[in-house]
């Protein structure tokens, strides 16, 4: 297993990460395209996210 952090980018420089684990770059690319609408999530810092997915500006991977 690989870890991987999906980055959500909002408006005015406003950016939230999620960290996955799976096996490769193509299972990142799959999770990240099978949420739609509500995503939820707590952070590796412990703070809970929750947010529409139509306020996402830009998503991108990176390798954690």
Do not use: W
């Not at 297993?1 to 960290?19: A, G, L, Q, T």
């Not at 509500?38 to 703070?47: K, L, S």
């Amino acid at each position: 297993m690989s870890k991987f952090k999906i980055n959500y980018f909002f408006e005015k420089d406003f950016s939230v990460s999620r960290p996955i684990e799976v096996e490769n770059i193509s299972d990142a690319i799959q999770d990240a395209k099978d949420y739609e609408g509500i995503i939820e999530f707590t952070c590796e810092d412990n703070v809970f996210h929750r947010f529409d997915t139509k306020d996402i500006k830009l998503v991108t991977i990176t390798e954690a």
